[in-house]
């Protein structure tokens, strides 16, 4: 459903089907919700992108930044819609600062929205920075979530990849009339020829073990309609086969780890 906020048109992706949606608390004005299903404290890594969507009231905004080791700044957002996107990512706020602002020695740093008179008028949201190397077969991808904004998530553990293909061939006589008295064939000559070649590749990624929390968030990553894999800075569009996975629910469950499966949206032929 599309809905238009101040000459601007945004989707309405936040609830469920048969959900009454609410925007009593996502107003800004004290502590409004950002509209994400993030948890308060999210693990990234430096070069992620983050995007939150915000209601936007009438007056500019301004995204205060706090990191571990006591460092503050003040980002101006000048808005000129009722919905707006703020990025809130350690390489977003790199890019919006032109600074190494968010660094190796930050462990993790915080954000909120103030007003011009520099009252906190939205929720804190905290994020934890993941310093250690990337393994070899780690993957990124990057997903709109049920709050309607983008998220990142990685898969830390082992990647695989299955190929597969399905060939449409013709079959044709062996050899030639040389036009005159003989018909002829050699060895080389080939009675069926492959005409088409679909190629599949299916990716499987697994993650490490995972903290409670971060279950909902495999929840709503198969679930998204629009999943990325990250590879330098790049998307690449993929199509989650993954339907379904065992979610941890309860504190005595142990961690868990997930394994999902993908494929590239966009085909792969061979001929």
């Not at 004005?29 to 509209?35: A, E, I, Q, R, T």
């Not at 903290?211 to 590879?231: A, H, K, M, Q, T």
């Not at 499966?261 to 966009?266: D, H, L, P």
Request: with cysteine; net charge neutral.
């Amino acid at each position: 459903q599309f809905n238009n906020y101040g000459g601007a048109y945004a989707i309405n992706n936040v609830v469920k089907h048969n959900a009454v949606w609410d925007w009593t608390d996502y107003y800004l004005g004290s502590d409004g919700k950002f509209l994400t299903n993030l948890p308060y404290n999210s693990i990234i890594r430096m070069e992620d992108n983050v995007i939150f969507n915000i209601r936007e009231t009438d007056t500019a905004k301004i995204l205060k930044v706090i990191t571990s080791n006591g460092r503050s700044i003040n980002i101006q957002n000048t808005p000129s819609f009722k919905i707006r996107a703020v990025g809130v990512g350690a390489n977003n706020i790199n890019a919006a600062t032109g600074t190494s602002f968010i660094d190796e020695d930050v462990d993790w740093y915080t954000v909120e929205l103030l007003n011009d008179a520099q009252a906190t008028i939205s929720e804190v949201k905290r994020f934890t920075l993941d310093h250690t190397c990337k393994g070899e077969g780690a993957t990124t991808l990057t997903y709109l979530n049920t709050g309607g904004s983008w998220s990142v998530f990685h898969f830390m553990g082992e990647r695989t990849k299955t190929v597969s293909n399905k060939k449409t061939k013709y079959r044709k006589n062996v050899g030639s009339f040389d036009g005159v008295s003989t018909y002829g064939y050699s060895k080389s000559d080939r009675g069926t020829t492959t005409i088409y070649n679909d190629v599949k590749e299916v990716h499987t990624i697994n993650t490490k073990y995972l903290r409670p929390n971060e279950g909902d968030l495999i929840e709503d990553l198969i679930n998204s309609p629009e999943v990325f894999e990250v590879v330098d800075g790049e998307l690449l569009a993929i199509d989650i086969n993954t339907s379904s996975v065992k979610i941890k629910k309860k504190s005595i469950d142990k961690l868990i780890s997930y394994s999902l499966q993908f494929e590239y949206a966009n085909k792969n032929l061979a001929q």
